[in-house]
Structures are given as structure tokens and as C-alpha cells.
T-cell receptor, first 107, second 115 residues
Framework: LAKTTQPISMDSYEGQEVNITCSHNNIATNDYITWYQQFPSQGPRFIIQGYKTKVTNEVASLFIPADRKSSTLSLPRVSLSDTAVYYCLAGYSTLTFGKGTMLLVSP | SQTIHQWPATLVQPVGSPLSLECTVEGTSNPNLYWYRQAAGRGLQLLFYSVGIGQISSEVPQNLSASRPQDRQFILSSKKLLLSDSGFYLC??????????????FGSGTRLTVV
């Protein structure tokens, strides 16, 4: 399992783009990079997953450089409801969650 | 569509009492099932996972145990609860391990307070 490192917290304002970077220096060839969002007293919710280059869905974009040692989750035009903890995971089978990044969006 | 059910939502138990939390998945077959625990202000800790009926892998030695009596049923148990067992317990499932289109799907969780 690849260990991931991400900032403990980030602050933003409504309407801004937020980029959360995660490092996974010892990522293995078979590992996928997955991001989850968790609100208080709820289970994490899948946001996006990728293997390399760029992935985009209706919620976010995921940028993965060629060496795959890091990844960046991009949330366009955040709103107050995007305040949550965001987890970055790198793995193939069983995933390990770290402490995540607490994103606080203010008016 | 696939759904995951977890109950109860909240539970207050005295120290030394037994515990049984149940998780069931609908709309899929042979899922990988997981139990996670989240202590206050901390990340999710993987406790157990199962790739099939009767197959349980433990990630953290403790006074908890898990069982999978049916394909889509996963049970977390304890014979005697400790104060340190308090936390938010989450069940999750996936078909393809950590990869796949949807990754993990989590239940709504059980908030356990041991008093």
C-alpha cells in the first residue's frame, strides 16, 4: 500500500477553484489513485479515480503527472457545501485512509 | 442498483458489554466487504476485510472480530467492549478491490459510545 501525504487543512472562499495535492512517492505499478469526500457523521463518498494523466467528471478533475508520485484534486468554483474532509488514496486492493485534508469554504 | 445498509445508526453500550453491528449489501454478488473505524478527529482505520463467505482478514489486533455468514452480510462483534472501542464504525463494499469505476461505497455508519 502506498503511503499518501496531503495537507491537514485548507481554506477557500466560495467561487474559487481549490487544488489539493497529494504525494504518493512509493506508488506501485498497479495502484490507482482515488479521492473521497467525507462530511461529519457520514461515510466517505467516492469523488474521482485515475491512473495517469487527467480525469474529469461532473464534480472534479484529477491531475496525475507522468511519474505518478503525486496527484492533484481540483474542485472548480467551490461552494459552502464543499466544506468537508478530502482523502487521497493510492492502492490496488485494500485501501488505507489517512487523516485527509479538511477543506473549509467561507462566504 | 446497489445499496448498503448498516445499523444501528447510534449505540451507547456499557464497558464490558457485547457488541454486534450488521452490514448488508443489496444488488450485487460476491462483493469485497470492509469494516473501518474512525475515532474522533482522526482518519479511517481498516479493521477487517473479507473477499468471500467465511474469509476474514484482520488488519489490527484487538478485542473485535468479524464474520461473514452470507455473501452480502458482514458482522462486527465484540464479547466485551472497552472504552477505547468508541468511535464511528463504517462498513464498505467494492467489487474490484480498491480500483474500479466507483471505488468503495460506504454505509451511513454507526456511532458507538462506550460508557
Amino acid at each position: 500500500l502506498a503511503k499518501t501525504t496531503q495537507p491537514i487543512s485548507m481554506d477557500s472562499y466560495e467561487g474559487q477553484e481549490v487544488n489539493i495535492t497529494c504525494s504518493h512517492n512509493n506508488i506501485a505499478t498497479n495502484d490507482y489513485i482515488t479521492w473521497y469526500q467525507q462530511f461529519p457523521s457520514q461515510g466517505p463518498r467516492f469523488i474521482i479515480q485515475g491512473y495517469k494523466t487527467k480525469v474529469t467528471n461532473e464534480v472534479a478533475s484529477l491531475f496525475i503527472p507522468a511519474d505518478r508520485k503525486s496527484s492533484t484534486l481540483s474542485l472548480p468554483r467551490v461552494s459552502l457545501s464543499d466544506t468537508a474532509v478530502y482523502y487521497c488514496l493510492a492502492g490496488y486492493s485494500t485501501l488505507t485512509f489517512g487523516k485527509g485534508t479538511m477543506l473549509l469554504v467561507s462566504p | 442498483s446497489q445499496t448498503i445498509h448498516q445499523w444501528p445508526a447510534t449505540l451507547v453500550q456499557p464497558v464490558g458489554s457485547p457488541l454486534s453491528l450488521e452490514c448488508t449489501v443489496e444488488g450485487t454478488s460476491n462483493p469485497n466487504l470492509y469494516w473501518y473505524r474512525q475515532a474522533a478527529g482522526r482518519g479511517l482505520q481498516l479493521l477487517f476485510y473479507s473477499v468471500g463467505i467465511g474469509q476474514i482478514s484482520s488488519e489490527v489486533p484487538q478485542n473485535l472480530s468479524a464474520s461473514r455468514p452470507q455473501d452480502r452480510q458482514f458482522i462486527l462483534s465484540s464479547k466485551k467492549l472497552l472504552l477505547s472501542d468508541s468511535g464511528f464504525y463504517l462498513c464498505a463494499w467494492t467489487l474490484y478491490g480498491g480500483k474500479g469505476i466507483d471505488g468503495y461505497t460506504f454505509g451511513s455508519g454507526t456511532r458507538l459510545t462506550v460508557v
